[in-house]
């Protein structure tokens, strides 16, 4: 079965300007969760999906928006890019929406903001 | 509010010695906490996870974590670490419904030869 699937895997933007990031979950999973890695923050949550609902988000501003398809691919969007938006984008996606549902990762969309 | 501390941001061992990374974490309610190992450019994979089930949890790698409730810790040990072991370690603990996730700040592992 074919993992998390993530794309573009490297993306460089300039500041003020807008990036949308694909997910493709697990074949069968509904649930999807976004995370931005950064050196000096860590792994924070941005956002889960759940049958297209948002269900929970993070503390990040509104440049931050994410949707969910009818097949659970999974998108977000940054909008007014800015230096500090500079990380790594990680996708998880698990079968269904409880806690303790293993989560598996994809590797991640490298994105630079020049 | 939930949280995750690890200590020490960088620990190294020689190979074949024993691996210990430290976790203590805070929660208002009964925790659901994970361990997760990041290879370079690669996403996070699943160590283990402790879902109030047995206090002693094994996972993949020879890895296990205790859950003491009493210390609010979950430290996660190797008997013996092999090279393959080096990678960075997250301490995670997931609160109410859904995954918003909290991770710890991140353990290097180093495994000298």
């Known amino acids: 079965k074919a993992g998390v699937t993530q794309t573009p895997r490297y993306l460089i933007k300039t500041r003020g300007q807008q990036v949308t990031l694909s997910c493709s979950p697990i074949?069968?999973?509904?649930?999807v969760s976004w995370y931005q890695q950064t050196p000096g923050q860590g792994l924070q949550f941005l956002f889960e999906y759940f049958s297209e609902t948002q269900r929970n988000k993070g503390n990040f501003p509104g440049r931050f928006s994410g949707r969910q398809f009818s097949n659970s691919r999974s998108e977000m969007n940054v909008s007014t890019l800015e230096l500090g938006d500079s990380a790594l984008y990680l996708c998880?996606?698990?079968?269904?929406?409880?806690?303790?549902?293993?989560?598996?990762f994809g590797p991640g969309t490298r994105l630079t903001v020049l | 509010a939930q949280s995750v501390t690890q200590l020490g941001s960088h620990v190294s061992v020689s190979e074949g010695a024993l691996v210990l990374l430290r976790c203590n974490y805070s929660?208002?309610?009964?925790?659901?906490l994970f361990w997760y190992v990041q290879y370079p450019n690669q996403g996070l994979q699943l160590l283990l996870k402790y879902t109030s089930a047995a206090t002693l949890v094994k996972g993949i790698n020879g890895f296990e974590a205790e859950f003491k409730k009493s210390e609010t810790s979950f430290h996660l040990t190797k008997p013996s670490a092999h090279m393959s072991d080096a990678a960075e370690y997250f301490c995670?603990?997931?609160?109410?419904?859904?995954?918003?996730?909290?991770f710890g700040a991140g353990t290097r592992l180093f495994v000298k030869a």
């Open positions: 995670a603990v997931s609160v109410g419904g859904g995954f918003k996730t909290i």
């Open positions: 998880a996606s698990s079968l269904g929406q409880l806690s303790t549902d293993t989560q598996y």
């Open positions: 074949s069968g999973h509904r649930s």
């Open positions: 929660s208002s309610v009964p925790p659901y």
